[in-house]
């Protein structure tokens, strides 16, 4: 990657994290708060290399599992399987298309939460975490593709990312 795609890329995670953790639940219910680190993830698994964006995609993960308060670890598995399950798809697929970018968020939204709950059960013996964590799913799929769809609208969204 270019210093210039590195310094962008560094710039929308530190704006991202700090709209996520610290205005967003402010003004926002908490399940509808969009999960803007996992946009970011979606966006390099797509345009990204595998070599660079396989740690980023744990780095993002564990960056939300420190701004959350969950299970330090849960959302960085999460991010690693949904990033190499994209990648490996990705190399078929015409991978600049807006609507196949806010397709993929939808998908790792729900792949995201269905791995996030069956680790949450299989480690926890929590007896209401199912219903609480299915009541807040729906509202989090339309606002993570509504984010997503704001996201290609964005000039410079189109262009690959320089692999070098």
Known sequence: MSSRAVLLLFCAIISSIVVQVSLLPVFIH???KPDLLLVIMVFMALRG???????LAWMLGMLNDVCSGLFLGLNATTFLISFLI????????????AFLFVLTVIGVTFVNFALSLILITMFTASPGIVYSMLSGLFPLLLVNAFVA???TVFPGFDEQVPST
């Open 86 to 97: 994209i990648k490996s798809a990705s190399d078929r697929l015409y991978a600049e298309s």
């Open 30 to 32: 908490p399940s509808f």
């Open 49 to 55: 290399s595998s070599e660079v964006g396989a740690p």
């Open 149 to 151: 769809s704001i996201v």
